[in-house]
């Protein structure tokens, strides 16, 4: 079991170091795509069935596509500009290793610190099917973030609408 | 039948409303509309006249409150004593008004069907005139001053509207306006008389205010200084003196000669102008409570007679003459008011009424036959015009007092009055004496105008050859009116006895003592005023006949058989034939002097102060001293307090600025290279915070 | 759920053979190899018949009895034609993006409903699972149309990738009633509800198919199969291949089994969309008004299988017909004419079945048309 | 081998891995001329925090609440996405670029 | 119970809130937007009329709850028979105006939505009866004015607004530091002008101004008098007023003499009478003098104008004065006949403006007598027919003929104000304003319809039937309101009762 989820991560953190480091934008994308995969794996693992498959639809149906359109909206074929990393990549470089490394260790020490669930929960949690409780928190004790969010969705569509009308 | 004879004025109204929405639409442009509503009126009015003369007495009221005004007492509660009520008031004056007003008016109207044939506004005329119609009958049934003064201001509007219906004549708007503006100084007195009357005595209605005056109400009210009565009895008189074209405010009637001939006939002899002597009538019980105006009255009636005729007899205008002959009636009736002699004004009302009506309807024949109004131009048309010269000859003799004529009656009576006021109250002597002498001059013009358009030979041959006698329609009007200037008609005593006698019937004697009964005023004359009455009217009954004889004489011998030289005479004038061709210079005055340099010229200068003193200087003004003050102030604020403190502090800021500025690319990445230092910071400073 | 874990219980025995991989690519390998290639390759034969009889031809009659074989003929030319790659091409995305429709359509396999017993995983997210992996056919048409080098390509993909992800909302937005009205993402427990029996043993808890659950349902069916005719880029919706204007689309330059692959994977998502339909609204691998379970007697679960996946299979390819039917009677709509469709027809309709079935379940407390008629409600 | 997949499947592992997504992402939004590669980075940053809600959801509460901000997260990444690429598409239209330096100033 | 003020006063905000959404392109859409919405207030007040309790003068549709708590302020809107009589012209106004500017083209919408937004401060001022919100809806009132003016107007537009925007602003802080001062003063605080108005709260205080110790209530009823003053306009704060008129667009003009004028008397009406009696008292002598002064001042102005609207506009403060007058007498009929007045007035005069407009649309010029001393106008009596005919009943309503509405009040007026021994002089030196009337109106009759047509004008177009449909009204108005008065008194007779009481 251990060793998919292992295999996810592996290709979650592959895939987004080629998201980083390749020229080639739209490379760049496709392998964004694998990382939406790898996390969608760990989402299943950590006992987010339903966020894996949202997270696929989301991410993989919707914003993938989007940014591959947008893509090739913008480079036309004939001129395409896809490497375009820039030159100074040093402070980048060591600003988000430092990120990694304080994120890391900050987050590792507080964890250290708190109590834990023992694993038969864990297990058990994970075993949950979790589309049930999830729409009843939507609706439930999370129903204004929710009706916020609807809120927010519609005006992005209509905005983008607006913006993207032809003149 | 006092509900019943408000018909007789909304008749006419329903015609006008008719006439002036669809009047256009109509056959015949509706003129049958206004006539058939004129007879309607004339044919309710006539049981309340038979009435009277069946029981020598009617009197009838009723009264709707109009506006309610609800007024608080003192203690809190809300009470109706401000309300305006107002009512129909039929008595016998009302009567004899009705019957007269609606008979003549539906003559004339009969006979405007042919005169103003074919007319380009026939419609609006019958429109207008069936509102006058309306006013005047609304006037005479009011039994309240409030609702006198409305119809009596309608009748000016309808006056207006008629006398400027050729409106594309500047002479004819220009004679509108002047009878409108006018008649309304009038009328403004006239209604400020009422507000004081409402003052005084809480009411307008005229019997309540004869109660009053029989109580002894309002003799120890002031108003503006004056005592209350006399101020609302000058009021009065004022509006009296605006309609019926009194001395000093006679000018505009000869202008209004400018409208069609019927509405001369209806209008400016008949009815309107009458309407200022029947209020003068009604109120007579004020006047004569406050004693020193009921002379007014008289002077003002005598002057405006005797003015009035001298310059008639200068007129070459055929109605210009009747114009001025109104005038000089209607002065003999104010005059016969003033004297106390308010029965027989109100009879030469009446008769006047009647030949005035027939004199103008036959002026109308005509001017409609040839085309002019110039007596020069005319002569001659005896033979043409031979129903229309029958009838102006016998309403001359009526006017001129020719006896055996209904005018002969009555002016004789006012003369007479005349006489024995002057007999009574020493010093009076110019009242009867301008009487006189009016009463012959009148004799001279009305022959002279008979003697020049119908005798003699034609002065002009083309019109002459042209003129014919009226259709039927015209006449027949013509030759009624001329039965009513026979004297049998208003039989009443003349002031001797053996004619009296001959008289049967006493009908309108009877009904003016009854309302003078009404008025509170029947007062028997003592011995002695009896007895100098008799002896007065006796001798102006021979007073008048001479003069009138006189008058027809010198007529005669000058424009008929031309022994005397018009030229002659007006040589022996000398400088009053100037005077008396230019009206006494009264318009000159008027529009010359006061309205053109004294009333426009501080309107214009009101104007100038308004735009330049008041807007300019006083409220703009402030603009400029706020933008002095501003300058100044802006100086010192510019260089002092924002140049030195203020861009100061902006310098060091913007120093500052343009140091942080140089972070500030607009590239996201710049922005987020810091965001990311400032996270990782934080960050480190989390992880020292660590264990 | 009971006689799934039965079944799989009855397999335990066999599962220490392998480690649980093996299993997966078994099971994998099942899927490919004795599903979705024999359905693909029957599927362009039976294409090939169908469109013959339409137009009154014969269609292929010469390789094997009446042509039975033409599909493996076909397989392998295709296998044995050149591997042609575009000059200017993006040689990676062109070889990567086949493999994702492939991916894309034959992983959906995996939650089909063959039979109650014969469920390659009964995930308790099974629709949205379906949902989640056919989208991956997207980004491969839409890449590989890029990696093709060629305009005619890339407005192919272009047209392609918008019109499945315009379509997915009404697809998805068509499932929700029956989620409404099982209460369950779990494709084995909605099927199972829809059973029927005119004995009427289990007619309180069971409501005959779900397209006849409610009229609102009736037409979400519709609109569910006219959506998943457009995310499979099958007529009339087949403007991403439209030959009159595109040459051939997206897959202008593909070639060999890389077109193969293609050809591969539409058919298996239309064999996906079709499964669907049946799963969702047809009953599945229900027989009309009879339960096989419940006859009185038991009968061999494996004969109970065998029923339930012929039955299955007889709706999808009943379902499968139809779209194949449509292909060659209706005409290809205009990119306008799909989008408006799509956003200002199918959408607000789909909205309005998932009001009006929340609207039934809380009138008629969530019994179907079925149950009120037998007096249930 | 077994040690590393003790980690991987505990929450530090996930913890560990998101930390890589977010400093990729940093990198990546720092180091991209290209507008849509500034998303790119974003999208992965988003997803590290996904990540870290939850894996918190399950190794640290046990509840569902991680699940549910995670779903925020996505639906918020979403309308982001829409409207950014709308924005990069009108950018375009304008500038014939998406070069984000050209971005730099608040009008046209 | 439904507040049918309220609706009224934001029915056109919301119809303004409409047209501002709707499409530049589509100016007959906005034009029937605001028709609606001016339409709907309208039969709101025909509701309110058939309802309107004539034998209380207490306030009716009353709607009252807390807005600032801690200041004590109060949304109150109610109406009694001194408002309902203005509340029911502009509605009426608003609506023919509405109509009446269908030939404005250019910013059609940002016209008709500042007309809207006029007609909800218009309704604001005369529903409310706290003072902080009839403030507010004064100060509300004055912005689109001043925008109407300023855009749509003519020559020096710009002049004439910022003319008409500071001067009313100048009395609106008095107005405001009055309202502030009783609030401080009152006890306990408040700006209910009920509340105010009980008690006489004011008399015998004092006030310490620059080292004078001034009478409180007399202070107050200087500074309201001058801010309501200027609305009027009582000379000699009337500059505005011609200005404003004529530069105004029609609609503009009708609206600021039919209804914007009456605030000045109605303000006066409301606040200095109730809650300063004795103060008012002390002033009619004053406020005579002043109503004289307006009478006679506009009349001789009126007579010298050249320019057809602005006579039209002298002839406005001609007639406001009557108001004054009546107002200043203190008597029954006085007072009902300035209420009355204000009425009459309102339709009169939107008729004198909406038919200058229409002779304006038709030649764009409105000289009596042309600069260079040639005649505007002559004799179009001949080709226009029925417009000379409206004109006419206009102008006899507006000189006071007996039969049409003017007369009734200018009589009530004049019969009121003689009633009061104090003022017979005043009245009779007044009533010189009733001949002037006549005598500039009919002057201007003359000159512009009478006599030979002059052959500019030889090819005019008589009235349309939108023209026509907004005059119709007026029209009607006049006539029934000179015959039979009572539609109106009878709303206001018991309300202006009980103020009287307080003068007895």
Redesign the interface.
Known sequence: MNKVLLLAEILTVASALVVGFHPNILYASVFLLFTFCGVAVMFLYAGADFLAGAQIIIYVGGVTILILFAIMLTQWLYKIKLADLRNKMILPAILSVAVAVFLYRALHQMVATLPLQTPEALEKFTSTPKTALMGHALLGSYLLPFEAITILLLGAMVGAVWLARPE | MAQQALLIALFPLCAFVIQALFGKKLPRHGDFVSVLAIFGSFVVAVPIFTKLLTQGHVFETFQVT???????E?S?K?NSA?N?VIGVLINNLTAIMLIMVTLCASLIHLFSVGYMHGEERYHLFFAYISLFSAGMLGLVLSDNL?TF??????MG?CS?LLI?FY??K?SA??A??KA??TT??GD??F??G???L??VFGTSNFMELYKALQQGAGHDVM??GFPALTFIGFMVLMGTIGKSAQFPLHVWLPDAMEGPTPVSALIHAATMVAAGVFLLIRMFPLLEASHTILPIVAYIGAITAFLAALIAIVQVDIKKVLAYSTISQLGYMVMGVGVGAFAPGFMHLITHACFKACLFLCSGSVIHSVHTQDMREMGGLKSKMPITFATMFIATLAISGVPGFSGFVSKDRILGGALAYSMEHQGHYLIPLLGFATAGITAFYMFRMIYMTFFGHARDEHKHHHAHEQPVTMTIPLMILACLSFAIVFAGPTGIESIDHMMPVKWFDHALEGAQHEMGIAEHLSPEAEAIHHHAHGLALILSLAVAGLGIFISSITYLKHILKAETLKKMAGPVYPLLWNKYFFDEFYIGILIQKG??K???F??VF?DKV??RI??DGWRDITMGVKSIIGRFDDVVVDRIMVDGTADVTAGGGWVLRQFQ?????HY??LT??V??VA??Y??LG?? | MVQSAQFAHSLEGWFGLLPLWGWAAVSAFIVIYFLALPFGGLATYIERKIAADMQDRIGPNRVGPIGLFQFAADAVKMLAKEDFIPKGGDRFLFNLAPLFVVVGSCTAFAVLPLSKYLIGADLNIGVVFILAVTTLIAPGLLLGSWASENKWSLLGGLRAASQIVSYEIPVALSILPIVLISGSLQIGSIVEQQGWTVFGENQASYHFWNAFHNPFTFFSMFLLFIGGLAETNRIPFDLPEAESELVSGFNTEFSGMRFGLYALGEFCDVFVMSAMVTALYLGGWHIPFLDIEKLGFALPTALVAFVQFHMFMIKTLLVVFVVMWLRWTLPRLRVDQLMGMCWKGLLPLAFFNILGTALWMWVFKGQSLMQLLAGHG | MNHLMQFSSSLQGYLAVGAMLFSLGIFCVLTRKNAIGILLGIELILNAAAINFVAFSKFRTGLIDGQIVALFIMLIAAAEAAVALAVILRFYRLKQTIDADEASIMRN | MFPILSVMTYIPLLGMIVILALPRNNPNLVRWVAVVATALPLALGVYLYMHFDRTTASMQFVEQFDWIKPFNIQYYMGIDGLSIPMVLLTVLLSFLCIIASWGIENGVKGYYAMFLFLETGMMGVFCALDFFLFFLFWEIMLLPMYFLIGIWGGKEKVYAAIKFFLYTLFGSVLMLLVMVGMYYYSEPHTFNLLQLAQGHQFVGKTIALFGYSLPLDKLFWIGLFIGFAIKVPVWPFHTWLPWAHVEAPTAVSVILAGVLLKMGTYGILRMNYPILPEATLWASNFMMILGVINILYGAFCAMAQKDLKKLVAYSSVSHMGYVIVGMASFTTAGVNGAVLQMFNHGTSTAMLFLLVGIIYDRVHHRWIVKPDGSKGFGGIASVVPVYTGVMAIALFASLGLPGLSGFISEALVFLGAFSNPKFQTYVVIGSLGILLGAAYLLWMFMRVFLGPLNEEHKDLKDMNWRETFTLIPLCVLVIVLGVYPMPVLNLMGSTLAKLLTLFS
């Not at chain 2, 109009?66 to 608080?72: E, F, I, K, N, Y």
């Not at chain 2, 003064?149 to 309608?154: A, D, H, I, N």
């Not at chain 2, 690319?665 to 990445?669: A, M, R």
């Open positions: 109009w506006m309610a005004l609800p007024g608080v003192a809190g809300l401000a305006i409030l003064f409305m119809c009596w201001e309608l509007l207006y400027g409106y594309k500047p708007i220009n509108s306006i409108f503006m309304r100084v403004t007195m209604f400020l009422i507000a004081a409402y003052y108003i503006a009333l426009l501080f309107n214009h009101l104007a308004d008041i807007d006083c409220v690319t607009g590239k996201v990445q987020l290279v990311v230092m996270i990782i960050l480190f989390a992880n660590l264990k």
